[in-house]
């Protein structure tokens, strides 16, 4: 029958194509990781140079995109949270780091920020789940609005080298992450949070602080009056703090029950899954840099 005939064929047609062996430290995600990077780090060196209002553009977008994503996160478990007003209070927030200092003029607008949020929820969902919704709107301001914010308080204190310390923090958390990502995905077998991150591994947990080092290295010909050993020790707290906050935005993502908070920026997600480890290490640089100074 031809059938089997057909099936005959197929058997002795020759030996099948052996299987393609991908590189431990290639993949196509990791390859649109490096393209964004020809990309973004060029402009963020332009931006943490240049500060004033460049710097203030961009974290409003980071504050503004990052309230927008966690919100359409917050929508998958059924938490509404109006986008105008997650808008809102994430570009108060930032303003109120760039043209204010902290004092009894930021106590009141955070105070200000409080009641807004509160009335307009009310007015919005009435009391029926009025906590949770109020908690939520509240958050999406804060993370990543309040943290990024800390770029602003970095470049404006810390002058005339404030900027070293920006690209520091970018140089060291984009570093620790590639570390992480290239040898968890080579060299890992333990996973490090299975329940919130399945993709983790404690190799790349380990692997991502030698990573970071490599940005206080590169850091020391810019900072002449800081000595490697203090370097070394920003490090090991921004990656400590990066990961932490690595681990955060998986376990939202992971209560949310999506994968990534967008699709915003190639082989990386969104703007979340791309600065959850920056803003979380910025207010650790910042408080770390004033005690050791």
Known sequence: MPSSISKAESDVSGPSPRPEVALPFFSANLSRRLLVALIGIPALVFISYKGGYWLYAFCILVAVLGSWELAAMLLAKNVRVG??????????????????????????????????AAVLKLIETGVVNYTSRLAMAILTAIYPGFFVSFSILIHREFAPTGWVFLLFIFANTWLADTFAYAFG??????????????????????????????????????????????????????????QIGDLVESAIKRDCGVKDSSSLIPGHGGVLDRFDSFVIALPAIYFAVRLFS
Do not use: E
């Open 185 to 242: 995905r080579w060299l890992g077998k333990r996973k490090l949070a299975p329940t919130i991150s399945p993709a983790k591994t404690r190799v790349g947990l380990i692997a991502s602080f030698p990573g970071g080092l490599i940005a206080a290295y590169m850091a020391k010909p810019f900072l002449p009056n800081w000595s490697i050993g203090s370097l070394i020790a920003l490090s090991i707290i921004a990656t400590a703090f990066g």
């Open 83 to 116: 986008k105008r007003l997650a808008t809102l209070l994430a570009i108060v927030l930032v303003s109120m780091f760039q043209f204010s200092k902290f004092g009894q003029l930021g106590l009141f607008v955070i105070f200000i920020l409080f009641m807004l």
